[in-house]
T-cell receptor, first 111, second 113 residues
Framework: DAKTTQPPSMDCAEGRAANLPCNHS???????VYWYRQIHSQGPQYIIH???NNETNEMASLIITEDRKSSTLILPHATLRDTAVYYC????????????FGGGTRLMVKP | NAGVTQTPKFRILKIGQSMTLQCTQD?????MYWYRQDPGMGLKLIYY???????DKGEVPNGYNVSRSTTEDFPLRLELAAPSQTSVYFC????????????FGPGTRLTVT
C-alpha cells in the first residue's frame, strides 16, 4: 500500500471549515483513499473513502486531485466534537482488507 | 446491536503472566482484526481473520495468539506478558462487501509491570 504524509497537527475555529491534507504521491491505480478519525482514547471511526471521484457524506467531503497524488478531507462546519486525530490511509487489494494507520493529523477545533 | 464489545476495559499484568482479551461482535461480520496502539502512535495490526477457522498474522504478531472458532468471537491471547506489550488494544470487524468500513470496539488498556 502507498505511504501517506499528513501534517502532525492543525487548528480550526469552531464553525469554520476544516481542510485536512494528505499526500500519497506513490498511489497506484487500484488503491483507495480512506479517512478515519479517533476521538480521545476511543476506537477509530470511519469517515469516508474514495477512488478517484470526489465523495460526500453526512460527515465530510473527500476531494482527490486529478492525478490522485493528494487528497483533502473537508469538515464543512467544524465543532468542538470534531477535535480528534484524523488518519488518511491508502489501501489496495489485500486478502484481509487490512488498513495501515500512520501518525495522522491532530485537529484541534477552538471556540 | 451492541456492535463490537471488548473485555476487560483495563488490566494490569505482571511480567510473565498470561491473559486473554475478549472481542465479540453481533453484526455477523466475516472480517475481524486486532490492533495495538502505543502512546502517541497510530494503530498497528496484530492479527486478522477473514472468517471462522481462518486467521493470519498482521504487522506485529510476535507474543500473541488468536483463534476464531465462531463468527462472533475473536479472542487475543498473551502467553508471557512483557513490558513491551503495554498498550491499548482495539478489536474491529467489517462485513464482507458492503461499505468497506471497519467498526472498532472501545479498546482494552493493558499495563505490564
Amino acid at each position: 500500500d502507498a505511504k501517506t504524509t499528513q501534517p502532525p497537527s492543525m487548528d480550526c475555529a469552531e464553525g469554520r471549515a476544516a481542510n485536512l491534507p494528505c499526500n500519497h504521491s506513490t498511489i497506484s491505480g487500484n488503491e483507495y483513499v480512506y479517512w478515519y478519525r479517533q476521538i480521545h482514547s476511543q476506537g477509530p471511526q470511519y469517515i469516508i473513502h474514495g477512488l478517484k471521484n470526489n465523495e460526500t457524506n453526512e460527515m465530510a467531503s473527500l476531494i482527490i486531485t486529478e492525478d490522485r497524488k493528494s487528497s483533502t478531507l473537508i469538515l464543512p462546519h467544524a465543532t468542538l466534537r470534531d477535535t480528534a486525530v484524523y488518519y488518511c490511509i491508502v489501501r489496495g487489494y489485500n486478502a484481509g482488507n487490512m488498513l495501515t494507520f500512520g501518525g495522522g493529523t491532530r485537529l484541534m477545533v477552538k471556540p | 446491536n451492541a456492535g463490537v464489545t471488548q473485555t476487560p476495559k483495563f488490566r494490569i499484568l505482571k511480567i510473565g503472566q498470561s491473559m486473554t482479551l475478549q472481542c465479540t461482535q453481533d453484526m455477523n461480520h466475516n472480517y475481524m482484526y486486532w490492533y495495538r496502539q502505543d502512546p502517541g502512535m497510530g494503530l498497528k495490526l496484530i492479527y486478522y481473520s477473514v472468517g471462522a477457522g481462518i486467521t493470519d498474522k498482521g504487522e506485529v504478531p510476535n507474543g500473541y495468539n488468536v483463534s476464531r472458532s465462531t463468527t462472533e468471537d475473536f479472542p487475543l491471547r498473551l502467553e508471557l506478558a512483557a513490558p513491551s506489550q503495554t498498550s491499548v488494544y482495539f478489536c474491529a470487524s467489517r462485513p464482507q462487501g458492503g461499505k468497506d468500513e471497519q467498526y472498532f470496539g472501545p479498546g482494552t488498556r493493558l499495563t505490564v509491570t
